[in-house]
């Protein structure tokens, strides 16, 4: 089943990086961190990469704009539905996540965005709470923006490093 794999990803390597797009995008929509280890997307692209022996930037560009533009939504969806979110799931489930996420962002501000995309457990609410609770979009675009581009290169170098080291290995 993997030569089969393989085959098929050399075949259409050119799909790389709308795949590591697309697959960023929908983790960093909020909730889905929760259901979707973030872990297993990485080392799904990162494989992808290897395989197909794409190149890491175009690959980094692809995911910082996927997750860019899903915490993106998710503070357009905070931001039109307010405090009505409390009543979604995870929110009903685990009623201390909302609390948490809200002591967070009001000790860190703008820089709870950038840290909340290193720390799973905050991913999944903080660019929601955010629009929740009224950041300017421009203050929160601020922080997204470069925030995608480091967390991109941070989890997918030393992944592309080591596919690279890899291949050169006899």
Known sequence: MS???EAFVRAHADWVVPIAFVLTFLKSLAFVSLVVPTTLVVA?????????DAS??????????GAALGDWVSYAIGWR???????????????????????????????SVVLCRFFSPLRATV?????????????????????????????LGPGAALMHWLHRVP
């Open 3 to 5: 030569a089969f794999v």
């Open 44 to 52: 799904i692209i990162v494989a992808l990469m290897g395989i197909a």
């Open 56 to 65: 890491l930037w175009p690959v980094v560009v692809a995911v910082a704009i």
């Open 81 to 111: 539905l307010k405090h009505r979110v409390h009543d979604w799931w995870p929110f009903t489930r685990y009623p201390d996540l909302m609390p948490r996420g809200e002591r967070f962002f009001r000790r860190w501000g703008a820089m």
């Open 127 to 155: 660019p929601l709470l955010c629009g929740v609770l009224g950041m300017r979009l421009r203050v929160f675009q601020l922080a997204n923006w470069p925030s995608a581009f480091l967390w991109a290169a941070a989890v």
